[in-house]
Nanobody
Framework: VQLQASGGGLVQAGDSLRLSCEAS????????IAWWRQAPGKDRDFVAA????????RYADSVKHRFTISRDNAKNTVYLQMNSLKPEDTAVYYC??????????????????WGQGTQVTVSS
């Protein structure tokens, strides 16, 4: 599977933004998908994940109640709705996948497939 992230941009603190991750390839609906982010000079961190079968979700504490991950299997796309954005959310955001039919836990720790990033910049 290949992943294509889009939707980044420059916004002000308190604004909202929606990122999209389009998957291409075979059986894309069977892959757990996650969003990660990397701020300048920092490690890449887990943000949110969604399972392939139950659409269960998991979030980093820093984004809980502000970000929502969802998937539309008919469109082979996973979304990250980001509300109440803060300057500390500024980063390059990457979508990532686990293996087919793997547990969501895998993609929250060691994703197997990475897409390219999309820049999100939040000004104060």
């Amino acid at each position: 599977v290949q992943l294509q992230a889009s939707g980044g941009g420059l916004v002000q603190a308190g604004d909202s933004l929606r990122l999209s991750c389009e998957a291409s390839g075979r059986a894309t609906s069977t892959y757990p998908i996650a969003w990660w982010r990397q701020a300048p000079g920092k490690d890449r961190d887990f943000v949110a994940a969604i399972s392939w079968i139950t659409s269960g979700t998991r979030y980093a504490d820093s984004v809980k109640h502000r970000f929502t991950i969802s998937r539309d299997n008919a469109k082979n796309t996973v979304y990250l709705q980001m509300n109440s954005l803060k300057p500390e959310d500024t980063a390059v955001y990457y979508c990532a996948a686990g293996g087919p039919q793997e547990s969501m836990v895998i993609v929250t720790r060691t994703p197997r497939i990475w897409g390219q990033g999309t820049q999100v910049t939040v000004s104060s």
